[in-house]
């Protein structure tokens, strides 16, 4: 007799809430929605879970918890090299939180208090596009596909990038602005045209973000991050990608690092 295919896994969602009514209102509606859902109600208890075997699809992080800050904890994952989709919750509503949210690698953010249908369409839409970018094979369109420049080669719709043939672990947000340079060689990008393209972020007067992000792409990129060939300064204008690159290039007398 044929065995039966073992039936498919149900999404894993680590949800990190301290509030305990709150957490356990979301921990019976996502079963409901037929996911596996492990709970923590710190950040040291989430790090636990998330060395078990196996795995998460998705990770419901609240910004404010007991040892710690959801900004700090998912930075530290993004650090350690786990890019696993975050859903951050919070009672902070201004731009510069969902900024910093964005910063430390964040995939999206939902302020409390939320409607459950939103939040559900939301965690649909991350485990969505996990599953596209774990299956679907390397297109060719108008938007660059592959990227190489230097020593790296980087797949964006893999999301898989190397530097001189080691593995480079980029978050979504850094694969996105990489991928947009690569779409407009050697033109200049303003930092708000950035913002509002890449971040979705129209008229936020802060700029710094796009700043501290073109220093990562550097630091992996860049043989001499202080002297890009690459990412490459435009006084008062903002930045242009050099795929070619010119050893030490800083246009129009910018500092290497502007």
């Not at 302020?111 to 369409?121: G, M, N, Q, S």
């Not at 420049?149 to 190397?162: L, M, N, Y």
Request: net charge negative; hydrophobic share 40%.
């Amino acid at each position: 007799m044929t065995a039966l295919p073992a039936p498919p896994r149900p999404p894993r969602l680590l949800v990190v809430e301290d509030e305990q009514h709150l957490a356990a209102a979301l921990k019976l509606n996502f079963e409901l929605e037929g996911y596996a859902v492990d709970m923590a109600a710190s950040a040291r208890r989430a790090g636990e879970c998330l060395l078990q075997a196996g795995g998460y699809d998705a990770i419901i992080l609240d910004v404010m918890l007991p040892d710690t800050t959801g900004f700090e904890l998912c930075k530290k994952l993004r650090d350690g090299g786990n890019f696993t989709p975050v859903l951050m919750l919070t009672a902070l509503d201004s731009t510069e939180d969902r900024v910093t949210g964005l910063e430390v690698g964040a995939d999206d953010y939902l302020v409390k208090p939320f409607e459950l249908t939103e939040l559900l369409a939301r965690v649909r839409s991350l485990l969505r596009r996990r599953s596209w970018e774990r299956q679907k094979p390397p297109t060719r369109g108008a938007l660059a596909a592959e990227i190489r420049f230097g020593g790296a080669s980087v797949d964006c719709e893999r999301q898989e990038a190397r530097m001189n043939g080691q593995e480079v672990k980029l978050t979504r947000l850094e694969f996105d602005l990489l991928r947009y340079f690569a779409d407009h060689p050697g033109r200049v990008l303003s930092r708000q045209e950035l913002q509002e393209r890449v971040w979705k972020l129209a008229n936020y007067p802060n700029t710094r973000m796009v700043d501290n992000f073109i220093m990562r792409l550097r630091r992996h990129f860049e043989p001499d991050p202080a002297m890009p060939a690459h990412f490459v300064s435009v006084r008062g204008s903002g930045y242009k990608f050099v795929p070619e690159g010119v050893a030490g290039l800083v246009a129009d007398g910018a500092e290497p690092g502007d």
